[in-house]
């Protein structure tokens, strides 16, 4: 009875936190709705967008990129909410020094994904743009871009950055928890290096240098990951010796 007692109270919780990061996204989609005719005009406004034409092929095109800009702010501001109710979920779990050291995993975690985004769409976006547009007029095309297809290119090479920069901090907890070690991450470094290839080559243009573009922002994360670890594994060493 107890045990089933306990599973009650478990998925109870479980609901309660569901519904408050449901809850969460449903307000955000609706201020998504409001605000997103002034997110599209101020990247509209960009010195990328302002050399494209935004043609719709279809009567649903502007609704759908109306739509999927609101869902993305919603996404956006419900991420510290669900990353917060995570914690608070299985927090009755752990130490009170685990609780205080996760907690700081909540914004840290939110901030590198703006950082990430950030990152992606002022800095590597342009520059894929740039060079496939450059690659039109290199081959005589006629540009006619639709607006479908302008923000398919952008979220798909945004929002993929914005998580992969969650990398050092994933792998710092998985340090903590003791699934890696600097060690590890040492002897791996060369399957790393290919499977983060394989990753910048699948979300970014099939050209070399939008491969570069995302690739080597992924390594530079990965690097700096070791860095953490090895920082962290030092000072977690060093412990025992101080007391």
Known sequence: ?????????????????????????????????????MILRYIKSGLTAKSVEWNVFSFTDGLFIYLRCAFLFAILFTLPVLLYQTWAFVKPGLTETEAKGTLAYVPVSFLLFLIGVSFSYFLVFPMMLGFMIEMNHNVGAVETYGIDRYFSFLFSVVFPLGV??????VILFLTKIGVLTPERLNGSRKYAY???AVVGACISPPDFVSHLS???????????????????AKRAAAVPTLT
Not at 1 to 26: P, S, W, Y
Not at 164 to 169: G, H, I, K, S, V
């Open 1 to 37: 009875m107890d045990l089933q007692g306990d599973l009650v109270n478990h998925l109870t919780e479980l609901r309660k936190r569901l519904i408050i990061v449901i809850a969460c996204f449903f307000v955000s989609m609706s201020g998504g709705l409001y605000v997103a005719p």
């Open 164 to 169: 992969a920069f969650e990398m050092p901090l």
């Open 194 to 196: 290919v499977s983060l």
């Open 214 to 232: 995302v690739t080597v922002p992924l390594l530079l994360l990965f690097e700096i990951s070791v860095l953490v670890t090895r920082r962290y």
